[in-house]
């Protein structure tokens, strides 16, 4: 499932880059749909907080917040299918327990195409699964990666992985984190550059 997801993320990213700029909303967009809400961002500087089931957003220096407020996960806290796709810009990424790119009985995937992104998220983020699987992609810019325990590619049970392409990125993770599997699980951190 995780594979089949990761595919379709890299297929969506695709077509998008090639919208135009007038195809996309002058303002973001939050839509409701069965599997959890659908954030559609704008060219320009946007910000969001929630747990959306979908991110997708063409440029600007955003500032998204992925449920900062869960401070422990429960079996059934994470959707079971979540997805951010981020076209490029400078962004800012925070989060909670089972923040951007944490799969816990589920299935996550992130994809940023650019930008000096920053990160700053509790456990089990940024590549990060249990009984599932979950992948975060970032392929350029000067990042930042900070997480708690259980994160940055780790994974039990199942697959995680945290890939960045260019730039001079910092990484900082508190335990348990960065190419770190356990209980038949896969999982890597690789730094293209």
Same mark, same amino acid.
Request: hydrophobic share 40%; aromatic share 8%; proline share 5%.
């Given at each position: ?84 796709? #981020?076209?490029?810009?400078? $962004?800012?990424? @925070?989060g +909670?327990?089972? &923040?951007? %790119?944490? !799969?816990l =009985?589920?299935?996550? *995937? ?8 920053t ?23 000067? #990042?930042?990666?900070?997480? $708690?325990?259980? @994160?940055? +590619?780790?994974? &039990?049970? %199942?697959? !995680?992985? =945290?890939?960045?392409? *260019?730039?001079?990125?910092i ?23």
């Amino acid at each position: 499932a995780g594979l089949i997801v990761d595919e379709a993320v890299i297929k969506a990213a695709d077509s998008l880059v090639a919208l135009p700029t007038e195809s996309w909303p002058v303002e973001p967009l939050v839509l409701s749909s069965p599997m959890g809400p659908l954030w559609i961002g704008s060219p320009s500087n946007n910000s969001g907080s929630g747990d959306p089931f979908l991110l997708v957003d063409p440029d600007g220096d955003d500032q998204w917040r992925i449920a900062t407020d869960r401070a422990d996960l429960k079996i059934d806290s994470l959707r079971p299918v979540r997805v951010w796709i #981020d076209l490029g810009g400078n $962004d800012s990424w @925070s989060g +909670g327990d089972g &923040g951007p %790119g944490g !799969a816990l =009985l589920s299935v996550a *995937s992130g994809l940023e195409l650019g930008g000096d992104d920053t990160y700053r998220s509790g456990r089990f983020s940024l590549g990060a699964a249990l009984v599932g699987s979950a992948s975060w992609v970032d392929q350029g810019g000067n #990042d930042t990666y900070r997480t $708690d325990e259980f @994160s940055q +590619g780790a994974a &039990g049970l %199942g697959f !995680a992985a =945290l890939v960045d392409g *260019s730039g001079n990125d910092i990484y900082d993770v508190d335990d348990i984190g960065q190419a770190y599997a356990t209980m038949a699980g896969a999982a890597f951190l690789h730094d293209r550059s």
